[in-house]
Nanobody, 122 residues
Framework: QVQLVESGGGLVQAGGSLRLSCVAS????????MGWFRQAPGKEREFVAC????????YYRDPVKGRFTISRDNSKNTVYLQMNSLKPEDTAVYYC???????????????WGQGTQVTVSS
């Protein structure tokens, strides 16, 4: 079992930055690929970014490429999402997830955090 706890969300003006963190319980964090997903009101949950077990491999949803950076620190059981140049359309609840596969598919992730709200005002 892996428990995930996100933090770092909040209210920011367009063009601003936020860094989300997700801390995992247990000793097996480095065995999992990690992903960030988001869900806006009235919309389905969507992929944002993922990283492989080592952190060397990363993949992003096209609209966030060049603005968001995913990283992980296996010594701290933590994955991060640095979000720059935020836009109102980035407003959503952001979730981190852990899975066996380095994937953008929601179904490939087994463990999910409770989410953290990100609101970008125009």
């Amino acid at each position: 079992q892996v428990q995930l706890v996100e933090s770092g969300g909040g209210l920011v003006q367009a063009g601003g930055s936020l860094r989300l963190s997700c801390v995992a319980s247990g000793r097996t964090f480095s065995r999992y690929a990690m992903g960030w997903f988001r869900q806006a009101p009235g919309k389905e949950r969507e992929f944002v970014a993922c990283t492989d077990r080592s952190g060397a491999g990363t993949y992003y949803r096209d609209p966030v490429k060049g603005r968001f950076t995913i990283s992980r620190d296996n010594s701290k059981n933590t994955v991060y999402l640095q979000m720059n140049s935020l836009k109102p359309e980035d407003t959503a609840v952001y979730y981190c997830a852990a899975g066996q596969l380095y994937s953008s598919r929601i179904s490939d992730y087994d463990y999910w955090g409770q989410g953290t709200q990100v609101t970008v005002s125009s």
